[in-house]
């Protein structure tokens, strides 16, 4: 008969716990009638918007894009290359001289949404040539007082160069490069 209570013990506790829990407060229960009010709270995010566009942090090399296909391609020298801080695929900012940036290639990767942002801001729809180069992208090109921006979204890869030549079709041809270089 121990044996039986010490078997039957543990089994009765927890059935005693669990009709302990189950048992309410019927004084403090609303009453048929007795309108209750309840608070409906609401979370939205708001989109923060494209990240800021990056800056370069330390010289080196461009992991994506030769310095000697930028010369032909932009038509100058490259005497510096510099790096930003971005991961997996830094920009790249090539050098005519030491102060003044000749060409510079973003790579953007993430979720569409923010990739289109991006190439909105650099290449706002209402102001700019639409652009569908390479095949499957989708973006714009325009020409500015400094030189000429090309760039491009397609799914969550964004593509920005800008150059301190007049002529998009040099831009064009480097988003071209970068897109093959890199299997986007």
Avoid: H
Wanted: some cysteine.
């Amino acid at each position: 008969m121990n044996r039986v209570l010490l078997t039957a013990l543990p089994s009765l506790l927890v059935l005693g716990a669990l009709a302990a829990c189950g048992t309410a407060d019927t004084s403090s229960a609303p009453t048929a009638g007795t309108p209750t009010s309840a608070v409906a709270t609401t979370t939205t995010t708001t989109p923060a918007g494209p990240p800021p566009a990056p800056e370069p942090t330390t010289d080196g090399q461009c992991p994506y894009l030769a310095s000697s296909f930028v010369q032909e391609a932009n038509g100058q020298l490259v005497r510096k290359v510099r790096l930003s801080a971005d991961q997996p695929s830094p920009a790249c900012f090539f050098y005519a001289n030491a102060n003044d940036v000749q060409l510079s290639v973003w790579v953007f990767q993430g979720d569409p949404t923010t990739a289109k942002a991006v190439v909105d801001r650099a290449v706002p729809v209402a102001t700019s040539s639409p652009a569908t180069a390479p095949a499957g992208w989708n973006g714009g090109s325009l020409t500015t007082e400094t030189g000429a921006v090309y760039a491009v979204a397609k799914d969550g890869n964004a593509v920005i160069v800008t150059s301190n030549q007049k002529q998009t079709i040099k831009a064009r041809r480097v988003v071209e490069t970068v897109v093959g270089n890199l299997g986007l």
